[in-house]
């Protein structure tokens, strides 16, 4: 492990595990490790009665019945069982499902599975701002379409998706609508009681939980159907066999509890460091804003610096912990396919930053994060050819290039 | 990201950054890559007219860390240097040299590019060509 390790702005990749969540774990890890499932001992007893305690501290911070709790490893296994689950359960009646082209690869390659298992998937673009359009998503409907499925709060960009309005118009259609809320928990207020979503996804290791650990929210009334993934001892209604990871889910559940009291306390704190990394950089000139800032989790912001490579900048950066837009570690240096959808540049999509905070940002970080940011921006831009260009008044996107070696 | 101690000490004090009037006779300008791909290298020589060697090179590039220090690496071999002998750098020496993990190997090319685009540039101007 690291020596010393830098100021961690990259909550949206995980958050740390709550100090007050971790010491909930750690019992279930030593003296009180019985099975859940072994109803013919209080060792197996008191490990079941922790993890329901936990599933209605899941279902209490949705507005949901307790019930409609299953636990997964992660919001990837989550996703896997909604999509795939309700995909095989429903292909008589339907082979087509509907997301957007911003969704989290999670989504993005369970769908490409099902398009290789026979079913039509149609990845929806969404406007300039990152939200999308309810015209484009009812034109998209068919009559053989089972379900659609959205990001509520994107995790490049952190835009808030209208699920109530989506859907509204998924029951109009008699659709099933599968939500991602892996970054949503603890930061969006959601309340399945009026909502009207049908499956969703959540992880613990973005809400101050373990990682390892997630749920997936099944309604009851009306009850959505679905076929398991996963097969074995028929744990979790026969949904998600497997032995319960006891200690993993009692972090959840606490994560979960310490959200719903503490949810109000660190979005004030997150808007407020959001403003200032704005009032910080903005004026470095040629900043642009990826995704409507209006309707984003104020935990995000998404940064593009024109005229800068974002593998440079990032390595520029020093002692602060951030994300690239851009795979930057991948041979091709693919730009991010959600800045993209948004109709950015490659050379835009390239340059950007994603700053996120959370719950144990200090205002020292953030003071520390713009002079880090801005530092390496300002030397940057005095070696880029484009900056110059730009400086001395050349239309830098008008200009012929040479082709691409 | 692993980078050689070479490539980061390039990268973080880059050698030569600068621009020379690319209108005068003796300067050879080059301006390779694009926007689109991520790398743009804008490579620079003066050649001193009576000794015909290369006596000031610089460069300001836009692009990775290695496209970076590759371009600036480039500048000092190509002091004193030359033009035959600037256009010889392979980009086998680049990577080499800056130990390039081989998905940043296409920034070594772009670099032996933007040397032999100098070179051509100065060479139009002066009308000549070297065999």
């Known amino acids: ?405 | 990201m692993a980078y050689s101690p070479q490539l980061i000490d390039h990268f973080e004090h880059p050698r030569n950054v600068g621009s020379l009037d690319e209108r005068h006779g003796d300067v050879g300008t080059a301006l390779v890559g694009s926007p689109q791909v991520g790398e743009v290298i804008k490579l620079q020589i003066r050649i001193d007219p009576a000794a015909g060697l290369i006596d000031q090179a610089c460069f300001k590039a836009y692009g990775s860390s290695a496209a970076i220090a590759a371009s600036s690496l480039a500048t000092q071999w190509l002091h004193g240097r030359s033009l035959d002998a600037a256009a010889a750098i392979t980009h086998a020496d680049i990577t080499r040299e800056l130990a390039l993990p081989p998905e940043r190997m296409h920034c070594a090319i772009l670099v032996t590019q933007a040397i032999k685009a100098a070179v051509s540039d100065y060479q139009a101007k002066h009308n000549t060509r070297t065999a």
């Open chain 1, 1 to 405: 492990m690291a020596d010393s390790l830098p100021v961690y702005l990259d909550y949206g990749a995980t958050t740390p595990c709550d100090p007050r969540v971790v010491d909930v774990m750690v019992p279930w890890l030593r003296a009180h490790f019985g099975n859940p499932a072994s109803n013919t001992h209080a060792w197996g007893w008191e490990a079941r009665e922790a993890v329901e305690q936990a599933r209605s501290h899941v279902a209490t911070l949705i507005g949901a019945d307790p019930r409609e709790i299953v636990w997964t490893s992660g919001a990837t296994e989550s996703i896997n069982l909604a999509l795939k689950g309700t995909a095989e359960f429903h292909q008589a009646r339907g082979r087509h499902l509907i997301t957007l082209k911003t969704e989290h690869k999670a989504v993005l390659d369970t769908l490409h599975e099902l398009e290789r298992r026979g079913f039509e998937v149609t990845f929806l673009d969404v406007r300039p701002d990152g939200l999308v359009s309810l015209d484009a998503l009812r034109a998209a409907i068919r009559p053989d379409t089972l379900l659609v499925s959205i990001l509520l709060v994107n995790n490049e960009i952190g835009v808030i998706q209208d699920v109530a309005a989506i859907g509204a118009l998924c029951r109009e259609y008699g659709v099933l609508l599968h939500v991602d809320a892996a970054q949503a928990t603890g930061r969006v207020p959601i309340d399945m009681a009026h909502l009207p979503i049908d499956l969703m996804s959540m992880t613990a290791h973005k809400t101050y939980g373990p990682k390892g650990v997630g749920a997936l929210y099944v309604r009851r009334k009306p009850r959505v159907r679905l076929l398991a993934q996963i097969h074995g001892g028929g744990h979790e209604y026969g949904l998600r066999s497997g032995t319960l990871p006891t200690h993993q889910i009692v972090g959840m559940g606490e994560a979960y509890r310490l959200a719903r009291l503490e949810m109000q306390d660190d979005e004030v704190r997150a808007r407020a460091f959001q403003r200032q990394l704005l009032g910080g950089l903005t004026d470095l000139g040629e900043v642009f804003i990826n995704g409507s800032l209006e309707h984003r989790v104020p935990q995000n912001l998404n940064l593009s610096f024109k005229y800068i490579e974002g593998e440079a900048l990032m390595s520029a950066i020093h002692g602060v912990a951030l994300s690239s837009g851009s795979a930057c570690t991948s041979a091709s240096a693919e730009p991010s396919h959600v800045l993209r959808a948004l109709g950015r540049s490659d050379e835009l999509a390239h340059s950007s930053l994603r700053i996120t905070t959370g719950r144990f940002t200090t205002q020292e970080d953030i003071d520390n994060a713009i002079a880090a940011i801005r530092n390496a921006v300002t030397r940057l831009r005095g070696i880029s050819p484009l900056w110059e260009m730009h400086e001395r008044g050349a239309d830098v996107e008008a200009m012929q290039w040479s082709a691409a070696i």
